[in-house]
């Protein structure tokens, strides 16, 4: 008897455990996030949203986010959740007209796709969305293109920047955007030309590329290979690590005895400070070139200034505060309320602009997903802070290469605007 | 060739720490004979807490000490919960709650310290050492002393104090060990604890290397357990030396592709048990769960 008590109060044990860790989140499961900020994320329960082509009766209207709250870009997915809210409780306070009926949804996919598909699905069968915004790494937005074009809702990736996510078939060769997939980030298209440029610019002629084998370092690395002729730089070694490595001197060290000048990086923040430490290890200082994620807050974060300090280290960027009054104004406000802390610009104004996008388009033509997707290609006459320009049937990107610059992370952590001769 | 002699440096410093976390597993298999599957987000608890307490402005000396005193008291908890409550069930009960244990502590983690990445400053502060044209940070050599050093306080201490021996002697024969006024109790939670400890110790020292997350210790956990199977899970010399080897495999096999680099470590242990089944130096035969 003694035996079978103690057997029984095991699984009772083992079975609060499991509970108690599956309630704990497991990383953030598939509650949505609500991160104190009462306007518009709180768990969807309530069905009643007019999604799918039904005609529009007057309930609630529900806007999809799902992006990385965790992982290597959670700064990046903070910085877009928290302005998406910042633009509809600007909305709502000037008593706009779906003002009670807009609601947005926010979902944490981790960083991994499959994550990413579970949010995206539930997002339209149980939530009802009829637009879904997110997510911030481009590995996740290609899993996630074939369920939302399946079930014909529209994709507005306001943070990823991998070059197929918004051709047919993934390539731009073929001139027909996906149907379905729209961005209003940089695409990676213009990237890499203005980091090649800016390479060119300053002599480089031999270069290393080093990438993450996530799909975003994958697009990064295949379209910089094939662009990199165009501006008289030869690749002598391409080399990649895993997401979460924490040492790159073998592939460093291999990039430094092919001869290389300068070092083209496609990764995330913590990945990008192991580099740079390894290549210090390494006593190597070679110009980087990257893309935007070397402006995420974190990667200076985690370097430390010290590190920064030693290397030439530029970035493609698309968005400074002193570029436009309006820009200026968007940082103000962001960082008044949001703090600066963590705040990533470019993620932050591009999903400002999306999210004022879309209420236009939504007072507009309604709430009908198929409509949305048809308005969204032909709407004209939108003001953002960003560069965003109106898309079309031949063309679903906003920001394009002439709307990108050179930007260089200094010593200090600031990122300023690179003059090239 | 430069780029072998660089990933063998680098691999025997990231060897160590997986060494260092090994030798927790081999003080609870010897006085348990129980796993604690929790051993790596122990490290990133330690590693998260070690960095709190330099936020505070508190130096290095004073730091590692109340970190693995921390560390200890939340071992024996552990131990307490998952572990003592479960003595009478089959072995795979044990197993199930450190794995409890491991989520539980990798949400409180999530929940304290958030989810991002963290920088760990290290006391170094990024100094490099040149050997020829091999670079090591000065704190990768400081890792490497120390696995050292506490492998073989380890050694000495279960081999040569009477504390030591009390503990070996509990997982021998717990009924002979508590006829001789040896609590088996007591011996078990002291080895919780003092695994915990050292899994502390070890997320302070690989903090400045990897920077700490809520979710990294998972991995470093699996792999450390890889290591200790590899050396021999009775042996803290040859956990030390299983530790060494798999990390230089994972550096080395990094260069030729990175896919490797997480799966060359575990093939090489398939094959090193399958033809030594208690590891490269075990001796006694472990029981298969």
């Given at each position: 008897m003694f035996r079978r008590t103690n057997t029984s109060f095991a699984v009772v044990l083992i079975l609060s455990l499991a509970l108690l860790s599956a309630c704990g989140g497991g990383g953030g499961a598939s509650k949505p996030a609500d991160a104190g900020k009462p306007a518009a994320a709180s768990g969807g329960t309530t069905g009643n949203a007019s999604g799918g082509a039904a005609a529009d009766a007057g309930g609630e209207i529900v806007i999809g986010w799902s992006a990385s709250l965790s992982g290597g870009t959670a700064d990046m997915g903070a910085s877009s959740k928290n302005a998406t809210e910042l633009a509809l409780e600007e909305y709502k306070a000037k008593g706009g007209k779906l003002a009670n009926r807009i609601k947005v949804i926010y979902y944490d996919d981790e960083v991994k796709p499959d994550k990413a598909i579970q949010n995206i699905t539930r997002l339209i069968k149980n939530d009802k969305a009829v637009v879904v915004l997110g997510p911030v790494n481009s590995g996740n937005a290609n899993a996630t293109i074939p369920i939302l074009t399946q079930n014909k809702i529209p994709n507005v990736i306001n943070v990823a920047t991998g070059v197929p996510l918004t051709w047919e078939e993934g390539k731009p060769e073929s001139g027909t955007p996906r149907k379905y997939v729209f961005r209003t980030s940089m695409s990676d298209l213009g990237q890499v030309p203005t980091m090649l440029k800016g390479a060119q610019a300053m002599g480089i002629k031999k270069a290393a590329t080093l990438h993450d084998t996530t799909g975003y370092g994958v697009f990064g690395q295949q379209e910089l290979k094939k662009r990199a002729k165009d501006f008289g730089i030869e690749i002598v070694m391409e080399q990649s690590f895993k997401l979460g490595d924490t040492d790159m001197t073998g592939q460093l060290q291999k990039a430094k005895d092919a001869g290389a000048q300068a070092v083209f990086l496609y990764t995330l923040a913590p990945e990008l400070a192991q580099t740079f430490k390894s290549a210090d290890k390494l006593g190597w200082y070679p110009r980087f070139y990257g893309s935007?994620?070397?402006?995420?807050?974190a990667t200076y974060k985690l370097a430390g200034g010290d590190l920064v300090k030693k290397f030439e280290i530029y970035m493609a960027q698309s968005f400074v505060p002193e570029m436009s009054p309006a820009a200026g104004e968007f940082d103000k406000k962001f960082r008044a309320k949001y703090g600066g802390d963590g705040f990533m610009p470019n993620a932050a104004a591009q999903s400002y602009d999306t999210m004022n996008l879309l209420i236009e388009v939504l007072e507009k033509i309604g709430p009908d997903p198929e409509k949305i997707r048809d308005e969204l290609e032909t709407h004209s006459g939108f003001k953002g802070v960003t560069k965003i320009r109106p898309f079309s049937s031949k063309n679903h990107e906003s920001i394009m290469e002439e709307d990108m610059f050179l930007g260089k992370l200094e010593a200090n952590g600031k990122i300023t605007r690179v003059e090239l001769k | 060739m430069n780029a072998v002699f660089q990933a063998l440096i680098s691999g025997l410093a990231i060897g160590s720490v997986y060494a260092l976390i090994a030798q927790g597993f081999h003080i609870t298999q010897i006085t348990t004979n129980k796993i604690n599957f929790g051993q790596g987000d122990f490290l990133m608890f330690g590693g998260m807490i070690g960095l709190s307490l330099v936020g505070l402005g508190l130096p290095l000396w004073a730091v590692i000490p109340l970190t693995m005193a921390a560390m200890a008291f939340y071992g024996a908890l552990a131990e307490r919960i998952a572990i003592q409550s479960l003595k009478n069930s089959v072995a795979v009960a044990t197993i199930m709650s450190t794995v409890g244990v491991a989520i539980i502590t990798r949400n409180v983690m999530m929940l304290n310290w958030g989810r991002d990445e963290l920088r760990f400053p290290s006391p170094f502060a990024g100094k490099v050492v040149k050997i020829g044209t091999v670079g090591i940070q000065a704190h990768e050599i400081f890792v490497f002393a120390v696995s050292l050093v506490a492998t073989f306080l380890l050694i000495v201490f279960l081999q040569r104090s009477k504390l030591g021996k009390a503990l070996r002697a509990v997982a021998f024969n717990p009924d002979a060990a508590a006829l001789m006024g040896i609590s088996p109790r007591r011996m078990s939670a002291l080895s919780f604890a003092m695994s915990a400890a050292l899994a502390g110790l070890g997320g302070i020292l690989v903090g400045p290397i990897t920077f700490v997350a809520a979710f990294k210790g998972a991995v470093f956990g699996l792999k450390s357990f890889g290591a200790a199977l590899l050396g021999g899970l009775d042996q803290p010399g040859g956990i030390l030396a299983g530790g060494l080897i798999l990390g230089v495999t994972e550096m080395l096999s990094a260069l030729i592709d990175p896919a490797w680099k997480d799966v060359s470590p575990f093939m090489l242990i398939i094959a090193v048990l399958a033809i030594s089944p208690s590891g490269l130096f075990g001796r006694r035969l472990i029981e298969k769960v």
């Open positions: 935007w994620t070397i402006s995420q807050p | -």
